[in-house]
């Protein structure tokens, strides 16, 4: 079924814009008639949504089944790698490139090392005395300083997450969408971007809060002038959310403390601190957000740590291989089992009590701590650390569903609406088809 209507094309610009906005859900935008709802992605996550979008395909094919994965070879949980030959299969841009088209990503997970003309994605230098060095990878290696030089100030990647997370990532990362379509030698013909700050005050807050509110305010802001950009340079345009997310009525739900009573789950007793074992460890649950993959030692551990699982409060489904197939992330990278939170709650990824905490479990640490930890978006106690309190949060997400709808808008001439997330990577693929 075609997507676009090809007579409407043959006065279409000739370039696309497709924006990925953190958190933009029906939920929020229902009431304005520009957007139009479509089913997630599941798991509806970051790292999923785009893999999925980049490749029009599942994460059965494309192996990002979330933002963390456990990799066997190494017994070693890591979240957020940037390396695009994570994400497995054919991109929808090859033959488009192939024709002499040029494609951009912007802020997209999975882009270093892509077969692109032009990236642009936050990678800090930590130092080895602390802190860190701010810093984007870009291709061509000279765009960073050129877009400094155009927005005024290098980006920060303190407002990109942490308790100091807020709209200013935003800010630098559309006037960067906008010097790159103005930068006429180079703009690409597709560009593809992403927009954070919508999702931290959804998480902190809420949906429904004024905080929620207000960031959607400034995320209508950034379409706007985005339209006048793609309307200066020539540009069509796909706004498309990549997951929804939905208050926290329940709150937390610790499997990794019911794995590690039940006997399944290893620590390392270090200064009285518990790090984690898992090369001995039976089961393990990498938790994100409202999914969490549970890898497990043998059969055996499998069916013990389904039996644990299945009774702990606010857990929805534990799906088997088998099931995971009919969901669409049944993945050798992904768990021997997957859990999902029931509506209202979220994974916690922790093992322990704060008195036993690991170093890193009171820091922003997105790359040591093998679950996703959303109480980094507050301060804690002492001065210095994030926060261990798991009350906090007011909204998460992962589920898919009814009420779980993500938005969309688009200036293409798309028909029939597209119904899905995948709809819209396939009419992106239909567009450059066209071309």
């Known amino acids: 079924m075609s997507l676009l209507n090809p007579t409407a094309l043959l006065s279409a610009p ?3 814009l497709v924006v990925d906005l953190a958190a933009l859900g029906w939920n929020l935008v229902s009431h304005l008639p520009e957007f139009r709802p479509a089913q997630a992605v599941f798991p509806a996550i970051t ?23 456990f990799f066997k070879d190494l017994t070693k949980v890591l979240f957020w790698e940037q390396s695009a030959t994570l994400v497995q299969g054919p991109r929808i841009w090859e ?39 701010q810093a984007c990878y870009t291709q061509p290696a000279s765009l960073e300083a050129r877009l400094n030089e155009a927005i005024g100030r290098p980006f920060n990647l303190m407002n990109y ?23 006429r030698d180079t703009a690409p013909d597709l560009l593809l971007t992403y927009i954070p700050h919508l999702d931290y005050d959804l998480q902190r807050y809420g949906p429904e809060s004024p905080q929620a509110k207000k960031a959607l305010d400034v995320t209508l802001g950034y379409l706007s ?25 329940r709150g937390a739900v610790f499997p990794n403390r019911a794995l590690r009573e039940a006997g399944l789950f290893s620590v390392r007793d270090i200064r009285d601190m518990a790090y984690t074992d898992f090369f001995t460890s039976r089961a393990f649950a990498v938790v994100d957000h409202q999914i969490a993959n549970v890898y497990c030692k043998d059969a055996a551990a499998t069916e013990s740590a389904r039996a644990v699982l299945e009774k702990v409060e ?35 990824y922790p093992w322990f009590e704060k008195k036993e905490a690991p170093d890193y479990a009171g820091h922003v640490d997105i790359h040591n701590k093998p679950g996703y930890d959303p109480c980094e978006l ?58």
């Not at 790292?47 to 994965?69: D, I, K, M, W, Y």
């Not at 270093?112 to 080895?128: Q, R």
């Open 14 to 16: 000739q370039k696309l």
């Open 47 to 69: 790292c999923t949504a785009q893999a999925s979008f980049r490749t029009a395909s599942t994460p059965q094919e494309h192996g990002l089944v979330a933002n963390g994965l």
């Open 95 to 133: 033959a488009f490139r192939a024709k002499g088209h040029t494609v951009g990503l912007m802020f997209w997970q999975q882009s270093m090392g892509e077969a692109v003309d032009l990236v642009v994605t936050p990678a800090p230098i930590h130092k080895h005395s602390g802190g860190m060095i």
């Open 161 to 183: 997450w942490g308790p100091l997370a807020n709209h200013k990532s935003s800010d630098w990362v559309v006037e960067a969408i906008a010097a790159v379509m103005q930068m």
């Open 225 to 249: 002038r985005l339209k006048s950009v793609c309307a200066e340079c020539g540009y069509d345009y796909i706004f498309v959310g990549d997951y929804a997310i939905e208050g926290v009525k």
């Open 314 to 348: 606010g857990v929805a489904e534990v799906l088997d291989r088998e099931q995971q197939s009919v969901r669409g992330v049944a993945h050798p990278r992904g768990g021997d089992l997957v859990i999902v939170a029931e509506n209202g709650a979220w994974f916690a």
């Open 378 to 435: 507050f301060f804690g106690w002492p001065p210095g650390t994030v926060s261990f309190d798991t009350k906090k949060i007011r909204g998460s997400h992962g589920n898919t569903g009814p009420g779980f709808e993500i938005a969309w808008t688009s200036s293409l001439p798309l028909d029939p609406a597209p119904k899905t997330f995948l709809d819209l990577a396939r009419a992106t693929e239909a567009w450059m088809n066209a071309r």
